[in-house]
């Protein structure tokens, strides 16, 4: 076991770097002996990162600078705010790594120019589980493979090829998820929310923000309560919905369902799925269908549009559809209460 508490920050002429900014190091400890499984870091006023490497190259990067308007300070000023101020403590016990900045208890915000932005940053091989906590800054994981559960109360959060269990949450920043499979649980109360070229369970969820959905592939759920929500190239089950925004999805090829109550719907098909659901109580609706596959319609609209309507056997009114095209089959349903509905064949 190796155990490192810094409370003081006792190892100071440990430090490698003299000038800091945010782009240089405060410190740099090297993790290359160790066996890393696990990574719990938190800190109050800064990011945290979490990267895949080799072995050789693993470490862990300590980031200190001034919050007053991005002031850069000395290592000496930072050292007595430090002494100060915070408790910063790094610890590896067995397979796990913890690193941890936090203010003293009675220091308070009564001084906050006075307060330092300390961020981590773990390099460490791919199969890693993390718990991440930072109350103000960024959270970024590149290339891991474990259980992720990780939050940020102000940042942003970005993922890139990590595989697993991946839960993050943010109450306002955006949220970015590329290249990632597996069980993707990702929250942002206040920002937008990018996923593309992932695959497995997807669930996302935005208070306020749009969300774009690009090259997915799996069982995917994707909430809006404020924004739009745009998507190409899905496959396999989509639900997307969204309280306040249009919707806009391409190329599908999945079961779908999907409702907004303020905006329009477009949605077009390259293969149907198992059913198709389409809701929209104060806009219009957009659907391409393909020509020749069986379906079962079943629209209701206060205007429809159907240009072409073949291979169709049942009721068609100007007001709703209903019957069987090309034999029947898939169950497509639609209903518009506010707008038109455009069904195009191709």
């Avoid at 309280?243 to 077009?268: F, H, M, P, W, Y």
Wanted: include cysteine; proline fraction near 1%.
């Amino acid at each position: 076991m190796h155990k490192y508490c810094i409370a003081l920050l006792i190892s100071l002429s440990s430090l490698l770097l003299q000038a800091q900014d945010a782009k240089t190091p405060f410190e740099i400890r090297s993790l290359s002996k160790e066996s890393i499984r696990h990574i719990k870091m938190q800190t109050a006023g800064g990011s945290l990162k979490v990267i895949a490497s080799e072995s050789a190259e693993a470490r862990l990067e300590i980031y200190i600078q001034g919050n007053n308007d991005g002031d850069q300070l000395s290592k000496e000023e930072i050292q007595e705010r430090l002494r100060e101020r915070y408790e910063l403590t790094i610890e590896i016990s067995g397979n796990k790594l913890i690193a941890i900045a936090k203010q003293k208890q009675g220091v308070g915000n009564s001084n906050w120019k006075k307060s330092l932005s300390i961020s981590f940053a773990a390099f460490v091989p791919k199969e890693v589980s993390t718990e991440l906590a930072t109350s103000g800054g960024k959270i970024q994981l590149i290339g891991i493979s474990g259980n992720q559960d990780f939050v940020t109360s102000g940042g942003g959060l970005q993922i890139d090829g990590v595989s697993g269990k991946i839960k993050g949450r943010t109450s306002g920043g955006s949220i970015l998820v590329e290249n990632s499979s597996e069980s993707i649980d990702l929250i942002t109360s206040g920002g937008g929310i990018t996923a593309r070229n992932c695959t497995g369970t997807i669930r996302l969820n935005t208070s306020a923000g749009s969300i774009n959905l690009n090259d997915l592939k799996g069982d995917i759920k994707a909430v809006t309560s404020g924004g739009s929500v745009n998507g190409e190239t899905i496959t396999g089950e989509l639900f997307a919905t969204t309280s306040g925004g249009s919707i806009r999805l391409n190329k599908l090829s999945c079961d779908l369902e999907t409702a907004t109550s303020g905006g329009s719907i477009q949605v077009s098909f390259e293969t149907l799925g198992k059913y198709v659901r389409v809701r929209n109580s104060g806009g219009s609706i957009t659907l391409q269908l393909p020509k020749d596959k069986g379906m079962d319609m079943d629209i209701a609209a206060n205007n429809l549009d159907t240009k072409e309507l073949r291979n169709f056997t049942g009721k068609s009114t100007s007001n709703g559809l209903e019957g069987k095209m090309n034999g029947g089959g898939v169950p497509v349903k639609v209903r518009s209460s506010g707008g038109k509905v455009s069904l195009v064949f191709e």
